[in-house]
């Protein structure tokens, strides 16, 4: 999973497993300015904040679970 801090109260959790080619084991890795999520095996891109497409030959958002916060704790879960 990928977890992305939006602001104090609000998390982006992100399934790391590339939809593109599902059954090849690539994890999707963030890039080194923390906005991209990248499938090295691909190269499809997608945006951290929601994991919609950015470019590459996958047409399928990243899949994102749900997360609430009551700090200290974040629950996740879909």
Not at 2 to 28: G, K, M, W
Not at 31 to 47: A, F, H, M, R
């Amino acid at each position: 999973m990928i977890i992305y801090r939006n602001n104090l109260e609000e998390f982006t959790v992100l399934e790391r497993h590339s939809p593109y080619n599902a059954q090849d084991a690539c994890a999707a890795i963030v890039t080194n300015d923390n906005v991209i999520v990248e499938d090295p095996c691909s190269n499809s891109q997608w945006l951290i904040i929601d994991g919609s497409v950015v470019t590459g030959p996958t047409t399928f958002p990243l899949v994102q679970y749900d997360a609430t916060f009551t700090d200290p704790y974040l629950h996740i879960f879909n």
